[in-house]
């Protein structure tokens, strides 16, 4: 690529565009793509361990308490370039018109600056002129109607006036105070034009005070000081009231005395000189003629009422009370900035040079934030009078007439002669400081002393800071540092000096400027020199700044030769292992003690070189302002609208700085890597130079060189540090597109396209910092997710086929956006167009997109992609391309390990390659499932209703033939929670896919995967079920029975069995009594399609016993609603109803623990039924309860009523269990109904009832109409001995009257059923059973 303008490597040029400009140098061992974060974030704590000492506070204060008196004030080295010199050779005289009127002056004439806007103003008698400084222009002139005697100038306060008034003049003359509006604007030339409007209702009086000095707020508050020693504010709004004008002034420190006439005040006022506001600490203070100094507090905030708080009027201390009254007096005050001192608050300047520190809170109180409100004016120390350079050979004290103090630099006009002045520029000393030098235990205060070169003419009047250049970076924070940690982003200070001669600008230099002039001059030994003083780590942090500065900061001559200076390892040195261990005798570690004052270095780890230690010095200052910033801040008005908080013009100055700075390091490599080659290849004396910055360390302590083997083991260093400059390098590199990618997203509206992107990555974002985004892969991930949705918006606008934003995105941040990105982009687009397309067309343009998407799989967007690839009909072409970026990300298969590493490889398949299929799939088989990616499908319309079935069976087939193991289960899992129990019927038929599906479905259900269920063995108890596992095994179930053959059948009710005997859980893993009856039931219905007699019997029984324990529970619950429990009763029914309704209960719990206790002897004789066996006379005596129980129901007075309540009981004992040999002794239950008919069962009633075959009908009824098993059971009762002694009345005539006339009832019963049934048997089979009866009834 050809470089503009013939810049070398790695220049730059600003301009107003998103640009992209790439070094053809030859990158040096170019780190893997896949290692960039991790080096970057390698290469970023070792850079803060070097830069440490920038983030070191060390307070005025501090430097104040350890100053040497002797070594305050260091002469700077002979030739040193000035410090401070003028932009111009000759200083602009006032204009002519200023001159003419100062002749003819009457009364008085004032002058002084407006730095703000570069113009200076004069006064004479009651005309005021105005002028731009920086070129010989016409004055523009205001004329007032008394002598003008102060002039200022103020923002005004918003609302008030028109947006044409920038700027409000404030025209103080001897009767009244005047508004004046400014406006500014520029000429073809951009030079200024000032318009001066008049505001006629904006003037109050002045009552009699004349103002002498004036100040304003940036909030537009304009304070006054006036010859009567009081402090005023100049009130203004927009309407006025019946109580005040628009207009008016406010004195805050008047007292009762100011409203008496002046001849009765004997105390002589002294006029305030000087206001200042410390807009940090929302501090005023003011300065009198006296030196008396007031201060107010101006609140929190700067905008509330202004209130007197101290006043101090002998400043100077005791121990300098003895210097001259002249000397003495203050001629400034300046505020002390938090980023100075968080101690001292205040300083004043007297006229012999000496300064006073001040502070609002008291000497020994702790560091106050800037927001604690002041409590006093407090002394805390001096600083004693600066030594003046010597003028025309002789020495002299100052006679300071003028000063100003702004960002640490002091400046004092001293008069030298009639109408001459010179500027001293007094700033702090940032070389290396000698031994000795402080008295304390921290660094003392050093401070430069230089003058102005070529000398001021005139006197001079003023001094003023002119509007700085913007910061190359925002200034985050008030932090104490160094200028020599902020000069790279802060620009130089430009002061205004006005004088009598007229106004000219000074330029202070930086010390990067010095070394700029040094190089500029390229004097033999300056450049050595200035290594020397500020150390090789600062100086060559220096040379980096200069090494890579745009084009119009620094000629290419001074560019080469900064770099060839850091290539010089005479100056910046070498890298070598710490020597202490060897030849340190006089150090304490090396003589066995332990030394407090140093860290040991680490075994075999070098001491980088100071080119090294400056390289990443300068880096960490270059992005320390930005590199912890929100990238961006959620609006007001909005949560999920994300507005950038770096402006376009800071990352565009950022990433140039930054890219330079690369492309230079990628040369510097190539060059030092030489260079170490063709030392090696010298002789051994060349090894013996020891350079400026401690050489190699080739050299033994009597300089003899060191054997060849020593030598090899000393350049092992520079290898090393060869690799952290590589490492330094990819970390430049990243950060540079890093800021190039977020002015792209800028200028493409960057808060729109963070609502396209999901919530999680939005969250994400919000919480990024620049060095998040640099040094993270979470970084690097979210500016993929943004990247897609700004090249998806931006195909939409400019075409499918516009790829210009994907080149330039590759150029300018291939870290972010590479090779494979762009080609996935291009098949996405290939995708858009062939859904505008049809026939072979619309195929052959899918199956090349669909090509190139398997080719970079790692960087697809499967979630984005999916929905196209279906509406489409690349089914097979989608699970392919999810099935090859997971095989992408994870090629070592490490997701089948079983440990952390295996857990989050898993879920990272899962999220970014399988789960979207799985979306769209469940979303084709239930519409209602709007996931992800079956969202996305169903927003751009879904599928037609043809294409359905296609596209299910589609990703089955692929499914099934894929060998991916942790793909199948997510579609078996996907399939379960969308309860396709169809499509997984059919997955399941596939060849070898019936095993899969099974032991996938019995470990989501809980079941044991290594057996097949069976009624055989003996299943572990299922624990509580989620839903999940609950569908995962009744799908089981399903499975076996569609598959229709015996082993099947029997697992399928094994299955089922098992859901109906697992636990109960909380809430949703709750199952009823009811659910679990159905379960059993199913069971039941595959034993019987099984035919396997022993499996239906024990399927029945299971469902005969929850069918009697959901009973139960209604009857207890019943019984607990009526509070009238049976004697003798637990009183714990509410928790055994709990565990009954939670879980199947044994048989034998259901009897004893339950039934009996609560005399529920219905339920008892069924579970009789249920049981294997129980004593017969038992069973009589459950019976006997049980039919008792109803007789003696209350409201059953009637025994005929009595009567119809047992046959009902027995109704219902034998519709459930009948026949039974175990729960229904027939001839026991006839012998009760009939004894009660008579009234002697199972108390006497009295008369008996005359129905005889009541009896007989109603137990008939309940056999299912079989007359001939009642028949038998009335001949057992028959048959039973006399003298029972259980049954006392069964041969009483009565009793044995009614039982046979119950008998014949039956036996016509029988006859009539064998009549209408036509089979009547044999004739001697009827007559014998008619003999038997006649002999029963006669014997």
């Given amino acids: 690529m050809a470089r503009p303008n013939g810049l070398p490597p790695g220049r730059s040029q600003y301009d107003g565009t998103v640009d992209v400009q790439t070094s053809d140098s030859i990158k040096v061992n170019s780190v893997p793509a896949a290692q960039e974060v991790e080096v970057a974030s390698r290469a970023l704590k070792e850079m803060n361990n070097v830069a440490r000492a920038d983030h070191q506070r060390i307070d005025l204060k501090d430097l104040l308490a350890n100053s040497s008196r002797d070594s305050q004030y260091p002469e700077l080295p002979a030739g040193w370039p000035a410090v401070l010199s003028q932009e111009a050779s000759i200083t602009r005289p006032m204009p002519d018109m200023v001159i003419d009127s100062q002749r003819q002056m009457q009364a008085a004439c004032f002058c002084g600056v407006f730095p703000e806007i570069e113009h200076a103003w004069a006064s004479v008698d009651n005309v005021l002129y105005v002028w731009d400084t920086s070129r010989m222009s016409v004055p523009v002139k205001w004329q007032e109607e008394q002598a003008i005697c102060c002039a200022g100038l103020s923002r005004p306060k918003p609302n008030v006036f028109q947006q044409a008034v920038q700027y409000l003049l404030v025209v103080c003359t001897t009767v009244e105070i005047a508004l004046v509006g400014v406006h500014l604007s520029r000429d073809a030339n951009g030079n200024a034009e000032m318009k001066l409007v008049n505001l006629e209702h904006f003037r109050a009086p002045s ?16 304070f006054l000081g006036g010859n009567d020693s009081h402090l005023y504010e100049l009130e203004y709004r927009n309407q006025s009231s019946w109580l005040r004008g628009r207009c008016n002034k406010m004195c805050y420190t008047g007292t009762f005395a100011a409203y008496l006439p002046r001849w009765t005040v004997f105390r002589r006022a002294s006029p305030i000189m000087q206001i200042i506001i410390d807009r940090d600490r929302q501090i005023l203070y ?74 609002s809170q008291p000497v020994n109180a702790p560091p106050a934030p800037v927001t604690k409100r002041p409590l006093a004016l407090y002394n805390v ?128 230099l930086r010390p990067v400027d010095v070394l700029t002039k040094i190089l500029r001059e390229d004097r033999p030994g300056k450049l050595e ?66 030394y407090m004052g140093e860290v040991v270095a680490e075994a075999n780890k070098p001491e980088w070189s100071g080119g090294h230690r400056g390289l990443q010095t300068y880096l960490q200052r270059l992005l320390h302002p930005t590199w912890d910033s929100r990238l961006v801040s959620p609006t007001k008005a909005n949560p999920n609208s994300l507005m950038p908080n770096l402006n376009e013009e800071t990352l565009k100055a950022l990433q140039l700085r930054l890219r330079d700075l690369s492309s230079f390091l990628q040369d510097y490599q190539q060059r030092k890597l030489e260079q170490l080659r063709k030392a090696r290849a010298k002789p051994a004396s060349y090894f013996g130079r020891v350079g400026l910055g401690g050489g190699f360390g080739q050299t033994d302590s009597k300089g003899r060189a060191n054997p060849p083997a020593k030598r090899q083991r000393l350049d092992d260093p520079q290898a090393q540090e060869a690799d952290k400059v590589q490492e330094v390098t990819a970390l430049v590199s990243r950060a540079s597109e890093a800021c190039f990618l977020v002015r792209v997203l800028i200028a493409n509206q960057l808060s729109r396209l963070t609502q396209l992107i999901d919530d999680s990555w939005r969250k994400r974002l919000q919480n990024m910092s620049l060095k998040d985004l640099v040094c993270s892969k979470d970084g690097e991930e979210t500016m993929t997710q943004i990247i897609a949705v700004l090249l998806d918006e931006h195909q939409k606008a400019a075409g499918l086929e516009d790829s210009s934003l994907s080149s330039r995105l590759q150029q300018g941040c291939p870290s972010y956006f590479k090779e494979d990105d762009k080609l996935y982009h291009t098949a996405n687009g290939e995708l858009r167009r062939a859904q505008t397309l049809q026939g072979t067309a619309r195929q052959d343009i899918t199956r090349s997109a669909l090509d190139k998407l398997v080719r970079v799989a790692k960087t697809v967007d499967i979630n984005h992609v999916s929905p196209l690839l279906a509406q489409l009909g690349a089914y097979d072409g989608m699970v392919t391309l999810a099935l090859a970026k997971a095989k992408a990300l994870d090629p070592e298969v490490v997701a089948a390990q079983k440990s952390e590493a295996g857990r989050l490889a898993r879920e990272r398949r899962n999220e970014e390659c399988y789960a979207p299929i799985i979306q769209i799939l469940k979303y084709l088989v239930n519409p209602d499932l709007k996931e992800g990616s079956g969202s996305a499908l169903a927003v751009q319309g879904g599928l037609p209703a043809a294409a359905v079935d296609e596209a299910k069976a589609g990703i089955l087939r692929r499914g099934a033939s894929c060998t ?319 003298g029972d002694q259980n049954n006392p009345d069964v041969r009483a005539p009565i009793l044995r009257m009614r039982v046979l006339k119950s008998l014949y009832c039956v036996l016509l019963a029988r006859q009539s059923k064998l009549h209408e049934q036509r089979s009547y048997g044999s004739y001697q089979t009827y007559k014998a059973t008619e003999r038997r009866v006649v002999s029963a009834v006669l014997p």
């Avoid at 005070?209 to 508050?221: D, F, H, I, L, N």
Wanted: aromatic residues 4%; charged residues 15%; glycine residues 8%.
């Fill in 964 to 1282: 991916d193991n942790f793909f199948l289960e997510q579609l078996l899992a996907g399939l379960v929670s969308a309860r396709a129990i169809s499509e997984l019927i059919n997955l399941s038929q596939a060849p070898g896919m019936f095993s899969k599906v099974q032991k996938h479905l019995l470990k989501a259900g809980g079941l044991p995967t290594d057996i097949k269920p069976s009624l055989s063995i003996t299943l572990p108890p299922l624990v509580a079920l989620d839903t999940q596992q609950v569908i995962s095994l009744e799908m089981l179930a399903k499975i076996y029975t569609h598959a229709e053959n015996g082993d099947c059948l029997e697992a399928a009710a094994a299955v089922y069995n098992a859901l109906a005997m697992r636990m109960n859980g909380p809430n949703t893993n709750a199952v009823d009594l009811e659910k679990r009856l159905d379960l059993f039931r199913q069971a039941a219905l595959q034993g019987q399609a099984l035919g396997n007699g022993s499996i239906i019997s024990a399927m029945e029984t299971n469902v005969q016993l929850m069918d009697i324990q959901i009973r139960l529970v209604h009857e207890l619950t019943a019984l607990q609603a009526s509070s009238n429990l049976p004697e003798g009763a637990p009183d714990d029914l509410g928790l055994r109803l709990k565990s009954l309704q939670g879980a199947p209960q044994p048989l034998v719990d259901l009897f004893n623990q339950y039934a009996v206790p609560y005399h529920q002897w219905e339920l008892c004789i069924e579970l009789v039924h249920a049981s294997d066996g129980v004593d017969m006379a038992y069973v009589q005596q459950l019976w006997d309860l049980h039919l008792k129980q109803g007789y003696e129901l209350p409201g059953l007075q009637s025994l005929d009523a009595k009567r119809n309540e047992a046959f009902a009981r027995v109704q219902r004992v034998t519709s459930s269990c009948y026949p039974s040999d175990t729960a229904l002794p027939l001839d026991h239950v006839l012998l009760r109904l009939e004894q009660m008919s008579s009234g002697v069962w199972p108390h006497r009633h009295g008369t008996p009832l005359e129905d005889h075959g009541g009896v007989a009908d109603n137990v008939v009824k309940a056999c299912k109409d079989e007359p001939g098993v009642v028949q038998e059971a009335y001949n057992a009762l028959l048959d039973r001995p006399g």
């Fill in 529 to 594: 020199e200035f290594f020397s003083l500020f150390g090789a780590t600062e100086a060559s942090a220096m040379c980096y700044a200069v090494a890579t500065s745009p084009a119009q900061e620094a000629s290419s001559a001074i560019v080469d030769r900064a770099r060839a200076a850091l290539l010089d390892t005479r100056l910046t040195g070498e890298a070598a292992l710490p020597s202490g261990h060897q030849a340190g005798a006089s150090h304490p570690a090396a003589q066995g003690g332990f």
């Fill in 286 to 359: 003011t300065r009198s003629q006296a030196g008396a100094i007031m201060m107010f507090d101006m609140g929190v905030s700067g905008v509330g009422p202004v209130r007197k708080l101290s006043e101090m009027t002998n400043v100077m201390p005791s121990a300098d009370k003895g210097q001259s009254p002249a000397g003495s007096t203050i001629v400034l005050i300046a505020p002390i900035p938090p980023s100075e001192s968080s101690a001292i608050h205040l300083m004043a300047v007297t006229a012999d040079g000496r300064r006073v520190y001040l502070s």
């Fill in 207 to 222: 009552d009699d005070v004349m103002m002498t000095t004036t100040t304003s707020t940036p909030e537009g508050r304009i």
């Fill in 381 to 508: 120390t001096s600083r004693s009078a600066i030594t003046p350079p010597a003028h025309q050979g002789q020495s002299r004290s100052l006679n300071v007439t003028v000063a100003h103090y702004s960002q640490g630099a002091l400046l004092l006009a001293d008069t030298i002669s009639e109408g001459n002045s010179r500027v001293l520029l007094v700033g702090r000393d940032l070389t290396i400081p000698p031994v000795g030098t402080s008295t304390g235990s921290g660094p003392g205060l050093r401070e430069f002393v230089c003058e102005i070169s070529p000398p001021t003419a005139g006197e001079v009047l003023a001094f003023g800071l002119c509007p700085q250049a913007k910061p190359l970076l925002p200034v985050i924070d008030n932090t104490i540092k160094s200028e020599l940690a902020t000069q790279h982003v802060t620009p130089a200070q430009h002061f205004m000096v006005m004088t009598t001669a007229g106004a000219t600008q000074a330029h202070r």
